[in-house]
T-cell receptor, first 113, second 112 residues
Framework: QKEVEQNSGPLSVPEGAIASLNCTYS??????FFWYRQYSGKSPELIMS????GDKEDGRFTAQLNKASQYVSLLIRDSQPSDSATYLC?????????????FGKGTKLSVKP | EAGVAQSPRYKIIEKRQSVAFWCNPI?????LYWYQQILGQGPKLLIQ????????DSQLPKDRFSAERLKGVDSTLKIQPAKLEDSAVYLC??????????FGPGTRLTVL
């Protein structure tokens, strides 16, 4: 059973701080990794994708991947109240359009003004 | 570019009734996915289509759930008969040749 594990939170950070969200996955052969943001009552929205070990930055967001440790993280710098949402980690075990996503349960982030 | 469309947005039914959900993917996207998201959980794949064909339906409860994508575009997901535990949001997503999936707004199903 392929699994993706996340701390369900809630994770509470003050406005302007760095929020750190973590995810581990069980299938060592996993190819691609995604972070989705989901506001309450809305559908998941893609924030970042990462395919290679190391860091990938996009604005205030940085995704980090360590395949040896089977670990993916998302850092949100200068957190804003509008970042308050549930963050879903997802892993594609095959890659490309042949695969499908296995999601974690999500981490609920709350950014306090 | 229009996003993934789904209807209805909300549905309330009694247990043992049947229900159907419709999805229209982003134009040109060959791959279509149906996910079930129970409150407090991440989405779980029910079925994946590549054009008309089924790629993965290993987690679809086939005794009560069915799905089709007859012309390789729109898709319908049906539940018959519904159970209380089917209360969830049903999400449709699509992708082109990459593995980036784009989600529709979802259908929130309540089974009473």
């Amino acid at each position: 059973q392929k699994e993706v594990e996340q701390n369900s939170g809630p994770l509470s950070v003050p406005e302007g701080a760095i929020a750190s969200l973590n995810c581990t996955y069980s299938d060592r052969g996993s190819q691609s990794f995604f972070w989705y943001r989901q506001y309450s009552g809305k559908s998941p929205e893609l924030i970042m994708s990462i395919y290679s070990n190391g860091d990938k930055e996009d604005g205030r967001f940085t995704a980090q991947l360590n395949k040896a440790s089977q670990y993916v993280s998302l850092l949100i710098r200068d957190s804003q109240p509008s970042d308050s949402a549930t963050y879903l980690c997802a892993v594609n075990n095959y890659g490309g359009s042949q695969g499908n996503l296995i999601f974690g349960k999500g981490t609920k982030l709350s950014v306090k003004p | 570019e229009a996003g993934v469309a789904q209807s209805p947005r909300y549905k309330i039914i009694e247990k043992r009734q049947s229900v159907a959900f419709w999805c229209n993917p982003i134009s040109g996207h060959a791959t279509l996915y149906w996910y079930q998201q129970i409150l407090g959980q991440g989405p779980k794949l029910l079925i994946q289509f590549q054009n008309n064909g089924v790629v993965d339906d290993s987690q679809l409860p086939k005794d009560r759930f069915s799905a089709e994508r007859l012309k390789g575009v729109d898709s319908t997901l049906k539940i018959q008969p519904a159970k209380l535990e089917d209360s969830a949001v049903y999400l449709c997503a699509s992708s082109s040749f990459s593995d980036t999936q784009y989600f529709g707004p979802g259908t929130r199903l309540t089974v009473l």
